[in-house]
């Protein structure tokens, strides 16, 4: 079975999914086991939300994000068990290269990635550019690798969902959750039975023009929801 352990910045959700596939019955028995979790925040609801799923509190680890030391603190614990992958599970401390250089890593993610690109504002900022270019585009939900640059690594799995006439950004969010989480149980199916192919970051920007008014809707999505408002 691949031995992973998921990190958590939020409500965990996601997390939570996973162990419910990892039981008897669900499509990840028998296949992959979260060994351990690592929290960023003693304020997160998943971290009760874990414990009383019965996952065991001594595997459930809290980092302490004003110590600097962001290295050390995620390596002593990742040696302590040598996980197959980490897996960010709405994690969202960068991680640092010298964890990336030492252990895999997945990523959860959906709608454009990159600087700014976290919570509701990924799709208020991907349907403010498919009203900038006049276009519906359907937006990707996908689970990646992780590399040193937010959000650059290759894709393991990826659904296209469209967004619904009307829907609000934060109503598109509640729907696609239940997508994410199925998104990221498949991409573990597939790695630990080896029948996946890496593919390219999903891109809606299909040129140098559009790119530009990608990053003026990000932008907007960044103003729009300011780091207080997101979870």
């Known amino acids: 079975m691949l031995r992973n352990i998921n990190l958590i910045s939020g409500n965990g959700s996601t997390n939570l999914a996973i162990i419910q596939a990892e039981s008897p019955g669900g499509k990840l028995h028998g296949l992959v086991e979260t060994v351990a979790m690592i929290f960023s925040d003693s304020e997160s609801g998943g971290i009760e939300k874990t414990k009383n799923k019965g996952f065991p509190a001594d595997d459930i680890w809290l980092i302490d994000?004003?110590?600097?030391?962001l290295v050390n603190q995620l390596l002593k614990i990742l040696d302590r068990y040598k996980p197959d992958y980490f897996h960010q599970l709405g994690w969202m401390p960068l991680t640092p290269s010298e964890v990336i250089e030492r252990y895999n890593g997945l990523n959860q993610h959906l709608g454009p990635g990159g600087k700014w690109m976290y919570g509701v504002r990924r799709i208020y900022a991907h349907m403010q550019f498919c009203e900038m270019i006049g276009e519906k585009r359907p937006i990707p939900v996908f689970?990646?690798?992780?590399?040193?640059?937010?959000?650059?690594?290759?894709?393991?799995?990826?659904?296209?969902?469209?967004?619904?006439?009307?829907?609000?950004?934060?109503?598109?969010a509640e729907r696609l959750l239940s997508i994410e989480h199925q998104v990221q149980i498949e991409a573990l199916r597939r790695l630990a039975t080896k029948s996946y192919?890496?593919?390219?970051?999903?891109?809606?920007?299909?040129?140098p023009e559009e790119e530009k008014l990608l990053f003026e809707a990000k932008k907007e999505a960044r103003d729009k929801y300011p780091p207080k408002n997101q979870n």
């Open 65 to 69: 994000k004003n110590k600097g030391n």
């Open 143 to 172: 689970c990646q690798k992780v590399v040193p640059k937010y959000d650059e690594g290759e894709v393991v799995y990826v659904r296209y969902k469209n967004i619904l006439p009307d829907e609000t950004p934060e109503e598109a």
């Open 197 to 207: 192919k890496l593919q390219p970051i999903p891109q809606i920007a299909l040129n």
